[in-house]
T-cell receptor, first 113, second 114 residues
Framework: DAGITQSPRHKVTETGTPVTLRCHQT?????MYWYRQDPGHGLRLIHY???????DKGEVSDGYSVSRSKTEDFLLTLESATSSQTSVYFC????????????FGPGTRLTVT | AQKVTQAQTEISVVEKEDVTLDCVYE???????LFWYKQPPSGELVFLIR??????QNEISGRYSWNFQKSTSSFNFTITASQVVDSAVYFC???????????FGTGTRLTVIP
């Protein structure tokens, strides 16, 4: 196990409400990522972080924000959830960028009604 | 632009059969990395292998083997003597050197029938 936990593991929320998902790692890895998994799309990168307070956008960042105040925690926030954000969200970590494999957390299933 | 195509959406095989999962990629970069991940029914993503663009040697790990061919932009994955525990969705992914975005294919669902 790569020492990654995600919370909550399941969440049902209503359209328009804010939602925060948490990713916690015990590996002290510099890079952390948030992906969403949807049928027919594989996994797509939402945001990533390359250090404390250093973040950048991924392929599908609209409607999402992130924060990283500590090396071990990376938060994903949906400011006003929409039904199109119903998905499974995975956090991943990597020791280095690019060439190195990413290790994934167990995922969070989010349903927006 | 980077793109990964896994044309096989679903495959079913009988236990002990060999099966090959296809992965075709597109990139303009000369240095890149290819990956395979396994997602069993429990839902987690398990890293299987990483291969860089300069190493075309085939790799074997137990019943798993990978065939990387730059000439055809393919990185295929073969499971020999399949087992029920191999039933999962398998994803191929691509990353540029120094970049942070893993580009995933849409996955191939493998079902091994006992």
């Amino acid at each position: 196990d790569a020492g990654i936990t995600q919370s909550p593991r399941h969440k049902v929320t209503e359209t328009g409400t804010p939602v925060t998902l948490r990713c916690h790692q015990t590996e002290n890895h510099r890079y952390m990522y948030w992906y969403r998994q949807d049928p027919g799309h594989g996994l797509r990168l939402i945001h990533y972080s390359y250090g404390v307070k250093d973040t950048d956008k991924g392929e599908v960042s609209d409607g999402y924000s992130v924060s990283r105040s500590k090396t071990e925690d990376f938060l994903l926030t949906l400011e006003s959830a929409t039904s199109s954000q119903t998905s499974v969200y995975f956090c991943a970590i990597s020791r280095l960028a690019g060439s190195y494999e990413q290790y994934f957390g167990p995922g969070t299933r989010l349903t927006v009604t | 632009a980077q793109k990964v195509t896994q044309a096989q959406t679903e495959i079913s095989v009988v236990e002990k059969e060999d099966v090959t999962l296809d992965c075709v990629y597109e990139t303009r970069d000369t240095t890149y990395y290819l990956f395979w991940y396994k997602q069993p029914p429990s839902g987690e993503l398990v890293f299987l292998i990483r291969r860089n663009s300069f190493d075309e040697q085939n790799e074997i790990s137990g019943r798993y083997s990978w065939n990387f061919q730059k000439s055809t932009s393919s990185f295929n994955f073969t499971i020999t003597a399949s087992q029920v525990v191999d039933s999962a969705v398998y994803f191929c992914a691509l990353n540029r050197a120094g970049a942070n975005n893993l580009f995933f294919g849409t996955g191939t669902r493998l079902t091994v029938i006992p």
